[in-house]
């Protein structure tokens, strides 16, 4: 209780700074790639991002907000970055206290931990790609550890875990590498390729095929820029 009156507190001044005052550098700059893509054009010829496409259309629902609720542009970002972060620690209770634990605090430690890294923590760059990118990982472990243990979490919210953390992690796809060898280390430890068969693997998989998929149906002119012969 006392460390979730810390939370609070400490989290009230960055509701504040970061929902009203300030809008990280990086993040106004993706708005604006964003709404420049869902204005129509090309992700090569008016942005310029060595990240593949998802980097940028992750902040596109910000501009739908701002277009449909008519509130400037700071304030639309916040509202969707404050979202997706309360959807996340959504996520996350729901896989910490679906199942019981040996102690009741660990749990709480556990959650109030991911406060503190992915949301108190990332300060100067908050609501930038990275900070999601992290969560995702840390989500995507939490999943990890629920498989190896096979605990009795319901499929839905693992497979629900497994598929958004896939996704933020997609976008900056090296560090799926994170998660890869996660799976490499279940393989060798079960000798069983059926254990490839659990939410982790089949999240990033669909996801990366389907990224890719959709990669070369709308966005071509990146492979045909990046891969063209010299």
């Known amino acids: 209780m006392f460390i979730g009156l810390i939370c609070l507190t400490l ?32 992700m090569i010829l008016s942005i310029w991002d ?7 259309l992750f902040y596109a629902p910000a501009t739908f907000i701002k277009n449909n609720l008519n509130l400037p542009a700071y304030l639309s970002v916040s509202i969707y970055i404050f979202s997706i972060l309360s959807f996340l ?19 709480l430690l556990i959650f109030y931990s991911f406060i ?12 930038e790609r990275d900070q999601f990118i992290m969560c995702g990982l840390m ?61 982790d693997f089949i999240a990033l998989s669909v996801t990366t095929a389907t990224y890719i998929a959709c990669t070369l149906i709308f966005f071509r002119d ?3 820029t990046f891969f063209r012969p010299r």
Not at 14 to 35: K, P, S
Not at 116 to 127: C, D, K, Q, T, V
Not at 143 to 165: C, G, R, T, W
Not at 169 to 198: D, F, S, V, W
């Open 11 to 42: 989290f009230l001044p960055i509701l504040y700074l970061h929902g009203v005052r300030v809008i990280d550098n990086d993040v106004a700059l993706l708005y604006a790639m964003a709404e420049r893509l869902v204005n129509g054009e090309s």
């Open 50 to 56: 060595t990240n593949p496409p998802l980097s940028v």
């Open 89 to 107: 620690l959504l996520l996350v209770y729901a896989l910490l206290f679906s199942v019981k634990f040996s102690d009741r605090h660990h749990p």
């Open 116 to 127: 503190f890294a992915n949301i108190l923590m990332p300060f100067i760059e908050f609501g």
């Open 139 to 199: 989500i995507l472990t939490l999943v990890q550890i629920h498989i190896l243990h096979k605990s009795d979490v319901s499929k839905p919210i693992l497979y629900s875990a497994a598929f958004v953390a896939s996704i933020l992690i997609l976008m900056k796809p090296h560090h799926g590498l994170i998660p890869a060898l996660m799976i490499c280390y279940r393989l060798i430890k079960e000798r069983q390729i059926r254990t490839l068969i659990n939410a």
């Open 222 to 224: 990146i492979f045909q």
